[in-house]
């Protein structure tokens, strides 16, 4: 291609550069205080194991199709069924991705006369589903229910015929607080509408047997969960908890699920001894608390912060260069945090995202958090 044809890219790459928004892949490198593996798991013996005897039992790497052709293997159908049993819900559908189970159940379940109400952090994924589909679309203020209330008020005072559809994170992936799911399914309930939660930050960690912060919610008609597998539970995909019909639906109508290869069959036999660690190992959950505790006491007395109630520690700097800066600095004492700027934030809200995993101890901890305090001093000049 000739560099004329590439130009407008290098623009636009240029561009982000001047405002310190350009990504780059960097490698794993020192203590881990960044990934979303909160449980320990994705080292894990035991998951370790389980693969290796999927393996030995001849279960494959691939699944070769689709699983409307011949991709659909026994352990998908395995892992659905457990799931569905351990969450409560009616069906489990398995997809590749938390990515694709978001874009799929948005594109696909609201239908052209509905309305999506959703809260306005919600994540990438939710909104790539959204933007595809037909359904009149409303961002409600962030928690706010008496927001989410006005706008579906306002979307049948002005001829709304359908039915709204709820959609909120259990536990924000930036901001580390926890949405009013119970209030919000009353919610769904007085409308007629239906309640859809991303468990994906929640799920093995919180709610009775780590079965998220939804938990005793699957079971309704009017509700959808999403617990993705490539987070607490240490291996990759993602379970979408719901009603069977709408499953069914899914089935014969979303995209994203009839036109992807299946999901590898050897990483279900992974996610089900995933699922069956965190009702076996409930200790994992415990430590994490402490340490989650632990941190946030660190955080308000060296740094003057008040910390979430979760794993997900955010520590606000505001400006895009000093928070590159401040998470470089801190790679180069050895601990591996990253800088999260706009559009994954709200402009002027660039962060740092602290991420307190089973990867760590409390002397860890302390030892990042002193370092931080001085790291963070010396990016204000």
Known sequence: MSAPALARYEAKLAGLHRRARVRTLLPQQGVDFTSNDYLGLANAPRLKAAISVAIERGVPAGAGGSRLLRGNHAEHEALEAEAASLFGADRVLYFGSGYMANAALFSTLPQRDDLIVHDALIHASAHEGIAASKAEVVAARHN????????????????????????????????????????????????????????????????????????GLENRGNVVALHTCGKALGVSGALLGLPTALADYLINRARNFIYSTAPSPLMAAGVREALRIIVDEPERRLRLERLKNFAGEQLRTRLGASPSASQILPVMIGDNARALRIAEGMRAEGFDIRAIRPPAVPDGTARLRISITLNVDEGRIAEMFERLAAVTEEGRS
């Open 144 to 215: 706010d229910i008496d927001a989410f209330d006005q706008a579906i008020r306002n979307w049948r005072q002005t001829g709304g015929k359908g039915h709204p559809w709820i959609a909120v994170e259990s536990l924000y992936s930036m901001d580390g607080d926890r949405a009013p799911v119970f209030e919000l399914a009353e919610l769904a309930d007085r409308h007629d509408g239906f309640l859809v939660v991303d468990e994906a930050h929640a799920t093995g960690i919180f709610g009775p047997g780590g079965r998220g912060l939804a938990a």
